[in-house]
């Protein structure tokens, strides 16, 4: 199982990482297609290559090609949105947030899944990027439709952990690398 090589992978300083993967991983109570869309719209986020080689095979069993396939979109779509959104939130100057944006982002609409799991992904995704204008927005979205707090903050809590799984397993192997140098 791929879950359990990259918990192995993970050092033993960041033993809480270990823990904390296999339990948001292993014991949510999401839908299986809640949480392996949030996995792999996370791991791919993350930036980490081995956090996504290790979680990919596994979410594309537990998902359908639909759902695979939107949660992909989910990632790629806020990669851009959350880029713009919290530039044009951090600027000083308000003009920027009365224009129009310019930017394609019809998957959002039609994502070829369920509404509110697609709205889940994009949050997780947000809150790695540090987009505080789309969490709002897709906590806002995700409340509207009677989803509870507890399964949003599942979604963010996944998104933390494969997060910091991948910095940390990232810098382990720079540093790895720098050994072998010296």
């Not at 839908?31 to 996370?42: E, I, K, N, R, Y």
């Not at 791919?44 to 290559?49: L, V």
């Not at 709002?136 to 989803?147: C, I, M, N, P, W």
């Amino acid at each position: 199982m791929a879950l359990d090589e990259l918990k192995s992978a993970i050092p033993d300083y960041a033993k809480d990482l270990k823990l904390n993967l296999g339990s948001v991983i292993g014991n949510s109570e999401l839908p299986q297609q809640q949480l392996w869309g949030t996995v792999l719209a996370c791991a791919i986020a993350s930036r980490s290559p081995k956090v996504l080689r290790e979680l990919e095979p596994e979410a594309r069993v537990n998902l359908s090609p639909e759902a695979y396939q939107a949660a992909k979109s989910a990632a790629a779509i806020m990669a851009m949105n959350n880029v713009f959104y919290r530039t044009r939130h951090l600027l000083s100057d308000p003009e920027y947030g009365t224009m129009r944006a310019g930017l394609r982002m019809n998957v959002i609409g039609n994502p070829g899944v369920e509404k509110v799991d697609f709205e889940l992904w994009s949050l997780a995704v947000s809150a790695i990027n540090g987009c505080g204008m789309c969490l709002d927005s897709h906590e806002q979205v995700l409340r509207k439709a009677s989803v509870d707090r507890d399964t949003i903050q599942e979604a963010f809590k996944i998104a933390s952990v494969i997060q910091a799984v991948g910095a940390t397993l990232d810098a382990e192997a720079v540093l790895s690398e720098a050994v072998l140098a010296e």
